[in-house]
């Protein structure tokens, strides 16, 4: 039986980049493993996708459930649980996950796209990890996004309705954003 779990890394995320003036209408997330905190895995996701990070970051939700909310309701109400997220694969430039939730004591894992799985993760606190594989293919230096990092308002589990993140965002001048 081949050991899987020195080829596992676990990630969270380290930074949520917006308004990304290379390409029109997507966001940055960031993620790293604390085991190579100068490396991280850029994935490029949609401004709701990016909207639904921030919300499992900061525990702060719409008034009104996303899919991501009823997916967690979902799977509480049936009594089942998500153990955890695995970005498993990078095929045709895209990222793929599984989310693995506990069924009568049984593990299944469901694909997802690693956005959704993400958000899902964090709404349930449950761990992210990527294979060993995926990680040295994907990873970055962290200083290449430095002038991207350093824009970026903190988002933190204090904000009261993201008016502070939506405010930045109104007055972003994206051409400042990006790295020359």
Known sequence: MVDR??????????????????VPGSNLLLLESSDEPDSVIPVVIGHREAEAIREGLTQNYKERPSPYDLFVNMVEIADQEVVEVLIDKVKKGAYHAKITIVVNDKKIQLDSRTSDAISIALRTHSPFFTTREVFELSRRDKSQYAALIQKQPKITNDEKDGSEFKDFLD?????ELQEE
Not at 5 to 22: E, F, K, M, P, W
């Open 5 to 22: 779990s020195n080829d596992r890394i676990s990630l969270r995320v380290a930074y949520l980049i917006t308004g990304i003036h290379a």
């Open 171 to 175: 007055e972003a001048n994206l051409e």
